[in-house]
């Protein structure tokens, strides 16, 4: 009686196991063609001229908390696929010097973009997983659409019965 129940939680074990390794590597290495990126992720939510080539970009913002960017060269052949909401991504925008226009461009479309009453800019918001706690990270655009301050904080979850 017991060995049908050892087998399903295997089973059970082994497709976890699969599909957390399969989200943590790259499914598309670098010289795949651009058919190969779409077969495999499917229609980027979307495309970014750069000056070597295109970006396909597939974020899951605003409800997810994942943004993967393909780099295509002038061919359409993959020279770098990356996971870019994470500190890394986020430092490679410069404070003073990145736009919004640059921002979007590394890191995709936000979450939101909101407006408060001690900022008199846009603040793009991109919502992104640090280990196992949900994170929010803020770009404070001036009224240039250039980025003066950053800052990031936990995200807690709304629930039904929060008053």
């Not at 408060?116 to 659409?145: C, P």
Request: hydrophobic share 40%; aromatic share 10%; proline share 6%.
């Amino acid at each position: 009686m017991l060995k049908p129940v050892f087998s399903f939680i295997t089973v059970a074990l082994f497709m976890t196991f699969a599909l957390v390794s399969g989200c943590a590597v790259p499914s598309v290495q670098p010289g795949a063609s651009r058919e190969d990126v779409v077969s495999r992720y499917g229609t980027p939510s979307r495309v970014v001229a750069l000056a070597t080539g295109s970006r396909l970009q597939y974020s899951r913002q605003p409800a997810g908390q994942s943004a993967v960017m393909v780099d295509l060269n002038a061919a359409g052949r993959v020279t770098s696929v990356r996971e870019v909401l994470n500190p890394a991504g986020f430092s490679a925008l410069v404070v003073g010097q990145s736009t919004r226009e640059d921002t979007e461009r590394a890191l995709g479309r936000p979450a939101s973009v909101d407006r408060v009453g001690a900022w008199s800019g846009d603040i793009l918001t991109y919502r992104w997983r640090d280990h196992d706690q949900d994170m929010l990270f803020w770009f404070y655009l001036d009224a240039g659409q250039v980025v003066q301050r950053t800052a990031q904080g936990m995200e807690f979850p709304v629930r039904p019965n929060d008053n």
